[in-house]
């Protein structure tokens, strides 16, 4: 360790870093963690055993593994799509992409309720429904994989596919073992910011989701109840375990991109 | 952190100020203190129009107005985190008890006139226009073909008097506290939107996620003056709504002046007009909006009181809407029905 190694510009840089990332995440992250054992371990036991706390719990986490499961295929190929394929209408399909992001969440479920509620033009109401959770969150979480992928694969050389495919290759193996190893990094990166934003979100899914306790009832809103009922350290508590699990995902992710990129 | 806080509320102030005074085209005068009003979301439009009346008083003369409005419990949160405010106005008492425990309101608030009551309403239900199904009050919510919304009482807080009037009906016909568990849970079964706020719950009805509004009176008027085409339907017996209003400790004077014009006849006159029952005997007026504009505020046969029925907030909160309480324990049977 040698004290030179770091010039005085890069020493400021990290100094820089260190400070905006403590000021907006890790102090606000600490004050989580310490609210949430306000009221003692037991208390935060209880919190998140109480059957309609844990079942909002599971439904969150268990909604958000699926929307980014479906995002990874979807995403995918949407990107793929815009990539490498020439068709009308692409510039325009480019801008709408993002418009999950762009658009405030709250519009964003009156949007949905509009389209699948029980006014829906195209006959489908899945209002208090699991599966207008599940819808909620696809939409709201469509652009990010689709977002890591897409320049990824415009980096990427064609030369090498039509090599592996003169050495041989078929479609799927040329698939398998050239294109995949490229994009999962991409591919898993996308699925975590995914994950992440479907655990948490609240806004699109509050109209749509009826919030019927142990059926609907999200942890978001379980959140909320709590803060309403002057409980912090419950509201805290659901807050922490959503944290958990989102870094435990996220480390998972990590390891298996590692995984299958070593193996490529 | 804190002084970035200070300076950015200075001048948000002195930008209200400013504009203000310019709106008033300077008539009010430059030199009288301005109050700050924190209220729930529903009361904007009554104190809007009381405070261009306060104006005109010799009590109000000068005197400018900042107001905010929202959830009555995230405003009470925000007064006590050191929001600044002269006069809270709130839907549930437990929100001035917030305050009151922060030091920032004195303990006897509740003690002038009208115990602390600057507005009323009662809890009614909303039907589309025409009211297809004929609703006529409580007991139709158990019928399978309703579909119930209402803001849900956890998230929350101005919902627990919907909850309240929905159990006491029972006990308002002189059924058991078995009974009406029995018929709450009834009608949980068929709530099909258990919203985040009002604001939600309008929004799932505009959308015909279910036929029936569990809401204020106050509010169904206030809509209805606003375009909406529903109708609402006041139960034979139903829960009184009261909401609290109080003056902070350390207020500028006027704050008190304020709230007496609040309780005096022109300042309900105003809040009625907005659809709130008065406080205060005495007060006439129309109320467009209202079922009959002329006799808006009909008498129910039988009008129940948190206090006089319920035992008070504090025995309401800990009965029906803590954690685990009864409204919970209703809430897991009607899923499991």
Redesign the interface.
């Known amino acids: 360790m040698k004290p030179e190694t770091l010039t005085r510009p890069a020493a400021a840089g990290l100094g820089l870093a260190l400070l905006w990332f403590s000021v907006l995440v890790l102090i606000p992250l600490a004050a989580i963690v310490l609210s949430s054992t306000a009221g003692g371990w037991q208390q935060f036991i209880g919190t998140i055993t109480d059957p309609e706390t844990f079942a909002a719990l599971r439904l969150t986490v268990l909604q958000a593994l699926g929307a980014a499961l479906v995002n990874v295929v979807v995403g995918t190929t949407i990107a793929w799509v815009l990539v490498r394929d020439r068709f009308p209408g692409k510039a325009v399909l480019e801008v709408i992409i993002d418009i999950p992001f762009a658009l405030p969440t709250i519009v964003a479920g009156l949007v949905l309720l509009s389209l699948y509620g029980p006014e829906s033009p195209l006959g489908i109401n899945v209002v208090n429904t699991q599966q207008g959770i599940f819808l909620a969150l696809l939409f709201v979480t469509l652009p990010f994989v689709v977002r890591t992928v897409q320049p990824v694969l415009i980096e990427l050389d064609q030369d090498v596919e039509e090599a592996a495919a003169s050495l041989g290759a078929g479609r799927f193996t040329t698939f398998r073992r050239v294109l995949l190893p490229a994009l999962i990094p991409a591919i898993t990166a996308g699925a975590s910011l995914a994950f992440a934003r479907a655990i948490s979100e609240f806004g699109a899914l509050v109209l749509i989701s009826g919030n019927t306790p142990f059926e609907t009832e999200v942890a978001s809103l379980k959140i909320l109840k709590f803060i309403e009922g002057d409980n912090r350290a419950g509201a805290a508590s659901v807050a922490l375990v959503l944290l958990v699990v989102s870094l435990v995902v996220l480390v998972a992710l990590d390891i298996l991109q590692r995984k299958v990129a070593r193996r490529g | 952190m804190k002084t970035w806080k200070s300076r950015l509320a200075v001048t948000a102030a002195a930008v209200t100020a400013v504009l203000g005074m310019t709106a008033c085209g300077g008539a009010a005068g430059a030199s009288g203190p301005q109050l700050s009003l924190v209220g729930f979301s529903v009361a904007e439009t009554a104190n809007k129009a009381a405070e261009a009346k306060f104006q005109q008083t010799e009590a109000g003369k000068g005197v400018t107005f900042s107001g905010s409005y929202g959830a009555s419990?995230d405003q009470s949160?925000k007064v006590a985190a050191g929001a600044k405010a002269d006069y809270v106005q709130f839907s549930l008492e437990s929100d001035v008890t917030?305050l009151v425990k922060a030091g920032l309101v004195s303990p006897d608030w509740n003690t002038n006139s009208t115990k602390g009551i600057v507005s009323e309403s009662v809890v009614v239900l909303v039907v589309p226009k025409g009211n297809p199904q004929h609703i006529t009050g409580w007991e139709d919510l158990t019928r399978p073909d309703v579909k119930v919304i209402t803001p849900?009482p956890?998230?929350?807080?101005s919902a627990r008097w919907n909850i309240l009037g929905l159990y006491g009906h029972e006990l308002a016909t002189g059924k058991s506290a078995a009974d009406a568990s029995d018929f709450v849970t009834k009608v949980f079964a068929n709530?099909?939107?258990?919203?985040?706020s009002g604001r939600?719950a309008t929004?799932?009805f505009d959308?015909?996620?279910g036929n029936v509004l569990i809401s204020y009176e106050n509010e169904a008027i206030l809509a209805r003056q606003k375009g909406k085409d529903y109708d609402y339907i006041v139960p034979k017996d139903t829960l009184l709504i009261e909401n609290p209003g109080a003056v902070l400790s350390k207020a500028d004077p006027k704050a008190k002046d304020w709230l007496d014009f609040v309780l005096s006849k022109d300042g309900q006159t105003q809040a009625a007009k907005a659809g709130f029952r008065p406080v205060i005997d005495g007060v006439k007026t129309d109320v467009q909006g209202a079922n009959d504009p002329s006799n808006p505020f009909p008498t129910p046969d039988r009008l129940l009181t948190v206090g006089k029925d319920f035992g008070g907030w504090a025995a309401v909160d800990k009965k029906f809407?803590?954690?685990?309480a009864l409204i919970?324990q209703l809430?897991?049977a009607a899923?499991k029905k």
Do not use: H, I, L, Y
Not at chain 2, 191 to 196: L, S
């Open positions: 419990g949160r917030r849900d956890k998230s929350s807080g709530v099909t939107q258990w919203a985040g939600e929004e799932a959308k015909k996620v809407f803590a954690d685990g919970d809430r897991a899923v």
